[in-house]
């Protein structure tokens, strides 16, 4: 599956690059006033540094947001394993599966007792569990 | 004297009167009070059309992608001498128009001709695509072909949506679609899933039925039976049980119905059970691959073939029972999971207990394994 990222990936990270670079340059300009102001008006100053900390913190986190949604929008294909068994010697490997593969296909001889190896599975693994909600 | 007044009143109005940073704060609340009292319905609305646009942005990647996938399958697997894109995108703009109802007597054949010509049209086109595939991955690249226009035509409806949303700027229109958005979604990921599947030829979670019948059979001499389904004479628990599948190793689901007519009509109608093993979508909170009995048709489809079971079992009062495999939307058309695989044997263990419960030794019935064969032989 293609790891590259489409014309739609790049148009949703300019959009949204733009609103977090207008975000991030006001809240640079906050932090700048805020650092002008600290001895003539105190208070406000205060006020301008909490809105610039604020403004460059979300920025950063709707950057990494959407850095983590590029990343979700590729297919990935799955793992999908092939278990092949020996009917006679009880002989059973586990490999990755190839195009061509398909269950109850008949293999090379078996190294041990020289009878056909089958494939008896072909199945994807899932890692993650399924949430119970407690219920 | 008024004008004095309202000045004295307005920064205690806002709050804090005379501190300037608690004036300024509360000045914000009321401006985005009043703003959200006029414009709240309005911004609710784009905020959904942003979930809306960034999911439509998603499936248009899936199904470009499905376009590539199937492009290359066909480049790969068919070794064509011109570029199949145009033939590939103008069969992902095809469709297919379902009988009238107005007078439904006899819709089920009608359908059930429509289905075939439809399916013996996308053959052809996959023949003239990939001239090099043997009849087993001409079965795949159709499959492979299915889950690209159904990728592409779930873009299509939701694009509609979402610009007719846009273009009315109605909230309800917008609402609806951002409401059955997870689903849809849901179900896009499955066939994008299932296009890979399809295209590598691995088993897929709607197998489970042929897999059962498969093992069931493995070893048995088989033959054809109409239509693109085999069938087995096996002996189980003293009875014999004529299995039915379709064939494999291709993706294909053959025509159960029709292989299950014929096998009742070549016993003249003495067959003392049909049993049907199909996946079933499962319940959210049910485990995957959970194992269920009951009594029915268990097979899913435009239902012609459920129809042309039914109409045989009644005709000769044959019981009709149905082992399910519990499995969601996304695991019955993405690579088979651990999980399906491993109930393959306790769904042999249940059949053989309904065998047991409901027919005498001697008997005859049939055991179909009803599903996608994709990757799974007999």
Known sequence: ?135 | MVMFTAMNVLPNLFGGGGDSISSILSMVFYVIFIVFVFYGQRIQMYVMIREVEGSLYKLKYIKEEGRKITIETIKEIGKPQTDPSARVDRYLESFTISPQSMDPAGIVYKLDHIIDVRDASLKDEVKIMAPESDEVQVNNLENTLEAAMALNYIYKVVRHFYIQGKKTLSLYVIMQLQMILPLVMKEAEAYASALKAFADGQPIGDGVGPWVAAKLMHGYETRKVPKDCVVASVPIEGRTAFIIKAEGPGGNVGKPGEAVTAVIEENKGKIASVIMIDAALKLEGEPVGEVAEGIGAAIGGPGVDQFKIEESVVKYKIPLNAVIVKEDIGDAVSPLRKEIADSVDKVIERVKTVVLERTKEGDKLIIVGVGNTIGIGQ
């Open chain 1, 1 to 135: 599956m293609s790891q590259n990222s489409s014309s739609a990936t790049a148009k949703i990270s300019t959009y949204l690059m733009l609103i977090v670079l207008i975000v991030l340059a006001l809240a640079i300009v906050a932090l700048v006033s805020a650092a002008y102001m600290y001895e003539s008006n105190m208070q406000f100053a205060v006020f301008l540094l909490a809105t610039g900390v604020i403004a460059m913190g979300l920025s950063v986190y709707v950057m990494f947001q959407s850095r983590k949604r590029v990343a979700h929008m590729k297919i990935e294909a799955p793992k999908v394993m092939t278990t092949i068994e020996c009917k006679k010697c009880n002989f059973k490997s586990v490999r990755e599966f190839q195009r061509g593969d398909f269950v109850f296909k008949n293999l090379e001889p078996c190294e041990k007792c020289s009878e056909n190896k089958l494939i008896t599975a072909i199945y994807k693994e899932v890692k993650e569990k399924e949430k119970t909600y407690g219920v």
